[in-house]
């Protein structure tokens, strides 16, 4: 009896321990580790490979290209997505377009499922996308408002993140300087 009880009591401490949690108690995201069980508060979360869109600095602007299936971090919550070619004309700064992957997503589903091997460090988030927002007038722009962990749909594959601030600035030098200048006369 002695051995039963202490028995079901290690077999308690273990699977408690081996539920997925939140990285942090502040935040709806988790990173996988393999053999976990998926959780009840997380079922139906998606979860997808680490990848990082690093922000890089030119001609004064600090701004990052955004790989598609990639979790927006904290970091850039509040930024500005703008298509490749709007970035280009308003910064006349060319940047590279990530090349598109398949998507590569893993939705966390039954509760108590354990998290498959090759799910070992990707990141679960809620499943939310940006919302694209297009010009009717101009069809090259393109722009959504990211907020953190926001997966980046394949549609926005190499848009360029950048803060509201700089999008700000942009605009008004383009608007009164650039090529814009000529559409406000």
Known sequence: MKKLSIL??????ILTGCLTQ???????????QAGQQVSAE???????????????????ISYAVLPAHCVIPKT???WVAVNPEFFTK??????????AVEAQRWVLKPE?????????GWIAVPYSEPIIEKSDYKKDRQMAVLASNNIVPKEM?????????????????????????????
């Open 112 to 120: 108590g499922k354990s998290v498959p091997k090759d799910k070992q």
């Open 157 to 185: 594959n190499g848009f360029v993140a950048i803060d509201r601030d700089t999008l700000a600035k942009l605009v008004a030098a383009y608007m009164s300087t650039g090529p814009g200048s000529k559409a406000s006369k």
């Open 8 to 13: 079901s009591l290690a077999l308690a401490v």
């Open 90 to 99: 308003l910064s006349e700064i060319k940047v590279e377009v990530p090349v």
């Open 22 to 32: 939140r990285d942090d108690k502040t935040t709806d995201r988790a990173t996988l």
């Open 42 to 60: 997380m079922v139906g979360w998606v979860a997808v490979p680490p990848c990082n869109a690093q922000v890089k600095q030119d001609k004064g």
């Open 76 to 78: 850039m919550d509040e």
